[in-house]
Protein backbone atom coordinates (compact mmCIF):
# COMPACT_ATOMS: atom_id res chain seq x y z
CA UNK A 1 0.00 0.00 0.00
CA UNK A 2 1.54 3.49 -1.12
CA UNK A 3 1.83 6.52 1.20
CA UNK A 4 -1.66 8.06 0.01
CA UNK A 5 -3.69 4.66 0.71
CA UNK A 6 -2.36 4.23 4.21
CA UNK A 7 -3.54 7.67 4.53
CA UNK A 8 -6.60 7.50 3.44
CA UNK A 9 -7.27 4.43 4.90
CA UNK A 10 -6.10 5.68 8.65
CA UNK A 11 -8.34 8.65 8.00
CA UNK A 12 -11.08 6.94 7.27
CA UNK A 13 -10.78 4.38 10.35
CA UNK A 14 -9.81 7.06 12.79
CA UNK A 15 -12.13 9.23 11.79
CA UNK A 16 -15.51 5.90 12.00
CA UNK A 17 -13.86 5.49 15.43
CA UNK A 18 -14.06 9.74 16.56
CA UNK A 19 -17.79 9.19 14.79
CA UNK A 20 -18.43 6.12 17.03
CA UNK A 21 -17.91 8.13 20.23
CA UNK A 22 -19.40 11.05 18.85
CA UNK A 23 -22.46 9.30 17.75
CA UNK A 24 -22.88 7.20 21.44
CA UNK A 25 -22.44 10.83 23.59
CA UNK A 26 -25.07 12.48 21.01
CA UNK A 27 -27.90 10.09 21.88
CA UNK A 28 -26.99 9.98 26.22
CA UNK A 29 -27.46 13.84 25.55
CA UNK A 30 -30.15 13.97 23.93
CA UNK A 31 -32.45 11.84 25.71
CA UNK A 32 -31.00 13.82 29.22
CA UNK A 33 -31.94 17.46 27.39
CA UNK A 34 -35.47 16.00 26.66
CA UNK A 35 -35.62 15.55 30.81
CA UNK A 36 -35.37 11.69 30.05
CA UNK A 37 -33.68 9.74 32.16
CA UNK A 38 -30.66 7.53 30.20
CA UNK A 39 -31.17 4.49 31.69
CA UNK A 40 -28.57 2.85 33.10
CA UNK A 41 -26.89 -0.40 31.82
CA UNK A 42 -26.22 -3.24 33.45
CA UNK A 43 -22.78 -3.25 34.95
CA UNK A 44 -21.73 -5.90 32.03
CA UNK A 45 -23.23 -3.67 29.38
CA UNK A 46 -21.74 -0.73 30.76
CA UNK A 47 -18.05 -2.13 30.66
CA UNK A 48 -18.24 -3.67 26.99
CA UNK A 49 -19.63 0.34 26.15
CA UNK A 50 -16.07 1.70 28.42
CA UNK A 51 -14.36 -0.98 26.54
CA UNK A 52 -15.59 -0.09 23.35
CA UNK A 53 -15.22 3.62 24.00
CA UNK A 54 -11.54 2.70 25.26
CA UNK A 55 -10.75 0.54 21.70
CA UNK A 56 -12.01 3.25 19.69
CA UNK A 57 -9.67 5.80 21.40
CA UNK A 58 -6.91 3.28 20.85
CA UNK A 59 -7.67 2.85 17.19
CA UNK A 60 -8.01 6.94 16.54
CA UNK A 61 -4.56 7.46 18.61
CA UNK A 62 -2.88 4.53 16.81
CA UNK A 63 -3.98 5.72 13.16
CA UNK A 64 -2.88 8.97 14.20
CA UNK A 65 0.63 8.11 14.96
CA UNK A 66 0.93 6.00 11.71
CA UNK A 67 -0.42 9.23 9.72
CA UNK A 68 2.36 11.24 11.69
CA UNK A 69 4.90 8.31 11.32
CA UNK A 70 4.62 8.25 7.94
CA UNK A 71 4.61 11.70 6.93
CA UNK A 72 7.70 12.29 8.74
CA UNK A 73 10.14 9.32 7.67
CA UNK A 74 8.95 9.91 3.86
CA UNK A 75 10.15 13.42 4.62
CA UNK A 76 13.10 12.18 6.36
CA UNK A 77 13.51 9.44 3.75
CA UNK A 78 13.24 12.10 0.79
CA UNK A 79 16.38 14.15 2.34
CA UNK A 80 18.58 11.26 3.05
CA UNK A 81 18.34 10.13 -0.59
CA UNK A 82 21.59 10.76 -2.68
CA UNK A 83 22.94 9.43 -5.34
CA UNK A 84 24.93 6.36 -4.93
CA UNK A 85 27.89 4.98 -6.67
CA UNK A 86 27.23 1.53 -7.81
CA UNK A 87 29.77 0.38 -10.48
CA UNK A 88 31.98 1.17 -12.61
CA UNK A 89 30.73 -0.09 -15.88
CA UNK A 90 34.12 -1.91 -16.92
CA UNK A 91 34.04 -3.40 -13.34
CA UNK A 92 30.72 -5.93 -14.64
CA UNK A 93 30.71 -7.93 -17.45
CA UNK A 94 27.45 -9.10 -19.32
CA UNK A 95 25.25 -11.45 -17.17
CA UNK A 96 26.71 -10.26 -14.51
CA UNK A 97 25.27 -8.47 -11.37
CA UNK A 98 26.40 -6.85 -7.82
CA UNK A 99 24.23 -6.31 -4.62
CA UNK A 100 24.13 -2.34 -3.35
CA UNK A 101 22.15 -0.80 -0.93
CA UNK A 102 20.61 2.10 -0.47
CA UNK A 103 19.79 4.07 2.40
CA UNK A 104 15.92 4.25 1.98
CA UNK A 105 13.33 1.34 1.99
CA UNK A 106 10.81 1.76 -0.88
CA UNK A 107 8.25 2.85 0.97
CA UNK A 108 10.87 5.57 1.67
CA UNK A 109 11.30 5.11 5.31
CA UNK A 110 15.05 5.03 6.23
CA UNK A 111 17.30 2.47 6.58
CA UNK A 112 20.01 0.18 4.38
CA UNK A 113 17.59 -1.93 1.82
CA UNK A 114 19.72 -4.31 -0.36
CA UNK A 115 19.36 -3.46 -3.90
CA UNK A 116 21.10 -5.17 -7.17
CA UNK A 117 22.47 -3.70 -9.88
CA UNK A 118 22.25 -6.22 -13.35
CA UNK A 119 24.22 -5.68 -16.60
CA UNK A 120 22.22 -7.61 -19.41
CA UNK A 121 23.93 -10.13 -21.51
CA UNK A 122 23.30 -8.28 -25.36
CA UNK A 123 20.61 -10.20 -26.20
CA UNK A 124 18.07 -9.34 -23.13
CA UNK A 125 19.67 -5.79 -23.71
CA UNK A 126 18.22 -5.86 -26.87
CA UNK A 127 15.04 -6.97 -26.34
CA UNK A 128 14.41 -4.79 -22.69
CA UNK A 129 15.99 -2.30 -24.08
CA UNK A 130 18.65 -1.04 -21.77
CA UNK A 131 21.68 -2.76 -20.58
CA UNK A 132 21.76 -2.10 -17.02
CA UNK A 133 18.82 -2.25 -14.89
CA UNK A 134 18.41 -2.19 -10.97
CA UNK A 135 15.92 -3.31 -8.60
CA UNK A 136 15.25 -3.86 -4.80
CA UNK A 137 16.73 -7.82 -4.14
CA UNK A 138 14.39 -7.79 -1.22
CA UNK A 139 11.84 -10.37 -2.29
CA UNK A 140 8.46 -9.69 -2.41
CA UNK A 141 6.92 -12.40 -1.04
CA UNK A 142 8.34 -13.34 2.30
CA UNK A 143 11.98 -11.03 1.85
CA UNK A 144 14.68 -13.41 1.10
CA UNK A 145 17.77 -12.06 -1.04
CA UNK A 146 16.96 -12.91 -4.90
CA UNK A 147 19.71 -13.64 -7.53
CA UNK A 148 20.04 -12.83 -11.06
CA UNK A 149 19.96 -16.22 -13.16
CA UNK A 150 21.44 -15.19 -16.69
CA UNK A 151 20.86 -19.00 -17.74
CA UNK A 152 17.60 -18.39 -16.75
CA UNK A 153 16.85 -15.36 -18.26
CA UNK A 154 14.88 -14.36 -14.71
CA UNK A 155 15.43 -13.39 -11.45
CA UNK A 156 15.22 -16.19 -8.91
CA UNK A 157 14.12 -16.39 -4.86
CA UNK A 158 15.62 -19.43 -3.26
CA UNK A 159 13.30 -19.64 -0.41
CA UNK A 160 10.24 -20.74 -2.31
CA UNK A 161 11.24 -20.58 -5.56
CA UNK A 162 9.76 -17.40 -6.87
CA UNK A 163 10.34 -15.97 -10.03
CA UNK A 164 10.57 -12.38 -11.51
CA UNK A 165 11.43 -11.72 -15.17
CA UNK A 166 14.14 -9.06 -16.07
CA UNK A 167 11.34 -6.17 -15.40
CA UNK A 168 11.41 -7.25 -12.40
CA UNK A 169 7.94 -8.61 -12.34
CA UNK A 170 6.29 -11.21 -10.19
CA UNK A 171 6.11 -14.14 -13.36
CA UNK A 172 5.60 -17.60 -11.08
CA UNK A 173 5.54 -18.62 -7.40
CA UNK A 174 4.17 -16.74 -4.16
CA UNK A 175 5.71 -13.22 -4.87
CA UNK A 176 2.45 -11.27 -4.74
CA UNK A 177 4.58 -8.07 -6.29
CA UNK A 178 7.00 -6.64 -8.82
CA UNK A 179 10.45 -6.10 -7.20
CA UNK A 180 10.03 -2.01 -6.82
CA UNK A 181 12.84 -0.93 -9.23
CA UNK A 182 15.92 1.60 -8.82
CA UNK A 183 16.55 4.38 -11.04
CA UNK A 184 19.97 4.46 -12.31
CA UNK A 185 22.83 6.65 -14.52
CA UNK A 186 25.54 5.70 -16.51
CA UNK A 187 27.69 8.69 -16.64
CA UNK A 188 30.12 9.70 -19.30
CA UNK A 189 32.95 8.41 -17.22
CA UNK A 190 31.58 5.04 -16.83
CA UNK A 191 29.94 5.28 -13.37
CA UNK A 192 26.80 3.67 -12.62
CA UNK A 193 24.83 5.73 -10.03
CA UNK A 194 21.44 4.93 -8.64
CA UNK A 195 19.25 8.20 -8.20
CA UNK A 196 16.61 6.41 -6.30
CA UNK A 197 13.43 4.16 -6.37
CA UNK A 198 11.78 5.05 -9.40
CA UNK A 199 8.33 6.76 -9.31
CA UNK A 200 9.37 8.41 -5.30
CA UNK A 201 11.66 10.86 -6.70
S1 LIG B 1 10.61 -15.24 0.02
FE1 LIG B 1 10.87 -15.22 -2.11
S2 LIG B 1 9.53 -16.70 -2.83
FE2 LIG B 1 9.19 -16.71 -0.71
Not at 154 to 175: Q, T
Request: a negative charge; aromatic letters at 8%; charged letters at 20%.
Amino acid sequence: MDLAAEILWGAAAAGLAFLGILVYLAIHRRIAARGGVVPEPDPLRRLALKLAAYASVLVAVGQGWDLLYGYLTSVVGRVRLEPVRVARVDELGPGQFVYFTLPVHPDMTPGDHQCMLIRLEPEEAASLGEEFVAYSAVCTHLGCIVQYKPDQDDIYCPCHAGIFDLSGKNVSGPPPRPLPRVEIEVTEDGEVIALGWAGER
